[in-house]
């Protein structure tokens, strides 16, 4: 009875007194279809890396976060299958755009170049290839589509008048601030951060302080692009960490990106937990099971 939302990949339930618990799935969409085949472990490396990343930037932005261990949870949340799958959160006034950030050219944005030599309505130099590095980071915000349907890639005016200017502006200072850390943070890994969105939202009507609040999941492979750093070639759509090899697989067999997907082959589906996994450790340094024991306490 508590459950208030499902999406693609998680489920969001009203525990009351203004909390949240979110759970993660080991669903695995693309091309805004959620497949039949699910990945062993994935939703556990998605709430790993958000809670490594909600703790490296709390002291660049609030974020929503309140607890990740069973202990943590609200009594119907702590049962063992939920471990590392479950998030305690301040529920929030969620801002109707994604903050998508990027640092290289892939992707839409890569897409919107060919096109028109700019994306979001940020003008780019001439000459850039596919995966070129992009002089300096930039802010490309995009609609957030309902379940089912594709975000697409909007202005910053478009931005101001959605939320206003002030926060607008607050949004593309935090997002890129975010980025630039988790950039070098990955850098140092031997990975690249290619891209990457983030959702925030506010402190719910009423308060005052409407304080800008990171939330959901923050530089997972769901919502970046991880490349390693020693096979990036620009001209080329780099090998990497994320569900881009899952996109990659579906592109080759055919399939025209219409409801229902395919079944993943076993060896499409271990790559893919592999790649998550290695992520998650090559980022934190730390061995995955290692968390996922932490998280059960």
Not at 166 to 192: F, N, T
Not at 280 to 290: N, V
Request: net charge negative; with cysteine.
């Amino acid at each position: 009875m508590s459950l208030i939302l499902r999406g693609k990949v998680r489920e969001v339930h009203d525990v009351g007194d203004g909390r949240l618990v979110m759970v993660t799935s080991d669903r695995i969409s693309a091309y805004d279809v959620v497949m039949p085949t699910e990945i062993p472990g994935k939703g556990q490396v998605l709430t790993a890396l958000s809670v490594h990343w909600f703790a490296r930037m709390a002291d660049i932005v609030p974020n929503h976060l309140l607890g990740w261990r069973l202990s943590e949870m609200p009594e119907g949340f702590r049962r063992k299958e939920l471990a590392g799958r479950v998030m305690l959160v301040q529920a929030l006034d969620m801002l109707p755009v994604e903050c998508v950030v990027r640092g290289y050219l892939i992707g839409s944005g890569w897409r919107d170049y060919q096109q028109t030599g700019a994306t979001s309505g940020v003008a780019l130099p001439p000459g850039l290839r596919q995966a070129d590095r992009l002089p300096a980071p930039i802010f490309t915000p995009a609609s957030k589509a309902d379940v089912g349907d594709h975000d697409e890639n909007i202005s910053m005016a478009d931005v101001v008048a959605a939320v206003g200017s002030d926060l607008a502006a607050e949004m593309e200072q935090v997002s890129l601030a975010v980025y630039a850390r988790a950039a070098a943070d990955c850098a140092a890994a031997g990975i690249i951060l290619a891209d990457t969105k983030f959702e925030m939202g506010t402190v719910p009507a009423g308060d005052s302080r409407a304080t800008l609040t990171l939330a959901d999941e923050v530089c997972t492979p769901d919502s970046s692009r991880f490349w390693p750093a020693d096979t990036w070639a620009p001209g080329t759509s780099p090998p990497s960490f994320d569900k881009q090899y899952v996109r990659d697989w579906l592109d080759a067999s055919g399939w025209d990106h219409s409801p229902p997907g395919p079944e993943l082959p076993p060896d499409v589906v271990a790559g893919t937990r592999e790649r998550y996994v290695d992520a998650y450790e090559r980022i934190t340094g730390r061995p995955f099971d290692e968390w996922l024991k932490e998280a059960a306490e």
